[in-house]
């Protein structure tokens, strides 16, 4: 026995050893529909971002601008500490790789990443929002992140000459502040509710219209925010133009590929070029330890209907016609604990993963939909996997190569000069 083992363990070396040394398997090795598939999940295959006919300033340079100088601004906070770049850090691929988000408080939920996230009908992992601007707007009166309200700030940008000539080129004139007190919202605690019903109809139509400008120039901002083509991407290229030899993936990136879109099923729900489908699915993971499970996009879909900044409401710029998404959205009762399906391009960058961040590396995330255990609320709609321990290594470490610096200017990712 002593004799046999050296020469077993040498040749069981060699072989592991080998295995990345083989020649990497070309496009003859992918059939033509596989070719496709892998084809529709390149960076490549991203159709120009379409116009938001909600925000009439979304590709507009100037709100731009105003909207990079909000999102940078911690003034834009009840404590003067925090905003919106607070949690979402382009260091980060626009993450805060917390469990929970931590503003003035701390949140219910995991920061999710803001690249190419204007491609999205949906925001938030309920889809409480039917905009990107819609979005923006709720962090900055919630209790636990910002903590301000739409008078406070109508008073910032008002004192601010800098905001004041900015704004006014863009939405032209602020509304007046002199009569009106220093706090209210219809969305806040009690006192700053008392102070918004003292203001007339119209003053609060007002106050309102400009706290959804501010969205508008935010989400113009955040429109900037795309993912660059990673080693997936040219992975893909060069089945193309060099298919006897693509070079850009190794051979336990590509197994980790074909389990990806085979036998892992994840492509499933991640993809397109985005890799994700940007719908909503419950896949058995367990609420955040000491709250109880969320609802998911059973009551997201509800609570955006009821929105007043959503894409039928008075500061909407879309018509009736074109807020298709919200019109028809469904809320079925498969849809009880149901979470959105995130991108998974950076995804090495943006742990800790899940809804409430419950799950700490790419390792935990694929071991959770091999057992796909069950859900808490309702069904799991994922199966049990099977996978082998190194066809888990293998998904992951593909999943790796979906990681790659911003197509985004530098001027973006980084706070102006006040």
């Known amino acids: 026995m002593k004799k046999i083992l050296p020469p077993l363990l040498a040749m069981l070396v060699v072989t592991a050893i080998g295995w990345n040394y083989l020649s990497i398997p070309g496009a003859a090795d992918w059939s033509e529909d596989e070719l496709r598939l892998l084809a529709s999940l390149s960076l490549d295959a991203l159709p120009p971002l379409s116009p938001d006919p909600s925000n009439r300033v979304a590709d507009d340079p100037a709100a731009a601008e105003l909207g990079h100088r909000l999102y940078f601004d911690t003034r834009l906070s009840s404590n003067g500490q925090v905003a919106c770049a607070t949690c979402h850090k382009p260091e980060l691929m626009f993450t805060d790789g917390l469990p929970l988000a931590v503003g003035v408080g701390i949140g219910p939920v995991h920061t999710p990443s803001l690249v190419g996230l204007s491609y999205s009908p949906w925001f938030y992992w309920d889809g409480r929002?039917?905009?990107?601007?819609?979005?923006a707007l709720a962090p900055l009166e919630a209790k636990h992140e910002h903590a301000t309200d739409r008078?406070?700030?109508?008073?910032?940008?008002?004192?601010?000459?800098?905001?004041?000539?900015?704004?006014?080129?863009?939405f032209g004139e602020l509304p007046?502040?002199?009569?009106?007190?220093?706090?209210?919202?219809?969305?806040?605690?009690e006192a700053q509710q008392a102070n918004w019903n003292t203001l007339d109809t119209g003053t609060q139509r007002a106050v309102s219209e400009f706290f959804a400008n501010l969205g508008k120039?935010?989400?113009?901002?955040?429109?900037?925010?795309m993912p660059g083509p990673t080693p997936f991407d040219e992975y893909i290229a060069q089945l193309s133009t060099d298919p006897a030899e693509p070079k850009a993936l190794s051979n336990t990136e590509i197994a980790g590929l074909r389990i990806f879109i085979d036998k892992g099923q994840c492509v499933s729900c991640h993809n397109g070029p985005l890799l994700s489908n940007n719908e909503f699915h419950n896949t058995g993971v367990l609420a955040v330890s000491g709250t109880m499970p969320s609802m998911g996009r059973y009551d997201g879909v509800r609570t955006s209907r009821d929105d007043p900044f959503n894409c039928l409401g008075e500061f909407s710029d879309a018509t009736t016609a074109e807020c298709t998404e919200l019109r028809f959205a469904r809320d079925a009762n498969d849809l009880v604990g149901a979470m959105k399906t995130p991108t998974l391009r950076n995804i090495s960058l943006t742990a800790p993963y899940m809804h409430g961040g419950q799950m700490s590396n790419l390792s935990e995330v694929v071991e959770h939909y091999n057992e796909a255990p069950s859900s808490m609320l309702s069904h799991?709609?994922?199966?049990?996997?099977?996978?082998r321990p190194v066809e888990r290594s293998q998904l992951e470490s593909f999943l790796l190569t979906l990681t790659a610096p911003l197509a985004t200017e530098q001027r973006w990712l980084i706070a102006p000069d006040y």
Do not use: C, F, H
């Not at 929002?129 to 979005?135: H, L, T, V, Y």
């Not at 120039?217 to 925010?225: D, F, G, L, N, S």
């Not at 799991?380 to 996978?387: T, Y």
């Open 151 to 170: 008078i406070q700030l109508l008073q910032l940008l008002s004192t601010d000459s800098d905001y004041r000539v900015m704004y006014e080129e863009i």
């Open 217 to 225: 120039a935010i989400a113009a901002y955040e429109r900037k925010i």
């Open 176 to 189: 007046a502040v002199s009569n009106l007190p220093e706090t209210g919202t219809p969305e806040g605690d």
């Open 380 to 387: 799991n709609e994922a199966k049990p996997l099977n996978l």
């Open 129 to 135: 929002k039917d905009s990107q601007w819609a979005q």
